[in-house]
C-alpha cells in the first residue's frame, strides 16, 4: 500500500504565506513525477504545480511567480512553498505521486494524498 500525508494547511491572511508537505511512504521502489492540485467550493480541481525526478517543474498560470514546488528524493517528499496568498487560492490542496511499488512494476501508479485546507482571507 502507498500512502500521502500532507500537512501544511491552515488560516492566513492575503499576502502571507504557507508551506505544505506531503511525504509519501509504504511499498515505494521509485517515485516519478509529483504535484499539487486543488480544489475550490464548486469548482473542478486544477494541478496547481508538478515537480519531475529531476527537478523540472510546470506551474498554473495563476500561481506563477508565487508558489514554487520543490522535493527531497530521500525522503520521498513535496513541498509547496505559497508566497503572496490571495483569497482565490483558497481550496482544499491536494498532493500526488506517481509511485512504481515494485522494482518488476510495468508502470507507475498515481496515488493522491487526503488534503489540505487552506483559507485565505481578505
Given amino acids: 500500500q502507498v500512502r500521502l500525508d500532507e500537512s ?3 488560516l492566513v491572511q492575503a499576502g502571507g504565506s504557507l508551506r505544505l508537505s506531503c ?14 492540485s486543488r480544489q475550490a467550493p464548486g469548482k ?3 494541478l496547481v504545480a508538478i515537480i519531475t525526478r ?13 508558489f514554487t514546488v ?3 528524493n530521500v525522503k520521498n517528499t513535496v513541498y509547496l512553498q505559497m508566497n503572496s496568498l490571495k483569497p482565490e487560492d483558497t481550496a482544499v490542496y491536494y498532493c500526488n505521486a506517481d509511485v512504481k511499488k515494485y522494482s ?8 493522491w494524498g487526503q488534503g489540505t485546507q487552506v483559507t485565505v482571507s481578505s
Fill in 104 to 111: 518488476y512494476s510495468r508502470s507507475f501508479t498515481k496515488y
Fill in 70 to 72: 520543490s522535493r527531497d
Fill in 8 to 10: 501544511g494547511g491552515g
Fill in 54 to 66: 529531476d527537478d523540472s517543474t510546470n506551474y498554473a498560470e495563476s500561481v506563477k511567480g508565487r
Fill in 44 to 46: 473542478q480541481r486544477e
Fill in 23 to 36: 511525504a509519501a511512504s509504504g511499498s515505494i521502489f521509485s517515485i516519478n513525477a509529483m504535484g499539487w
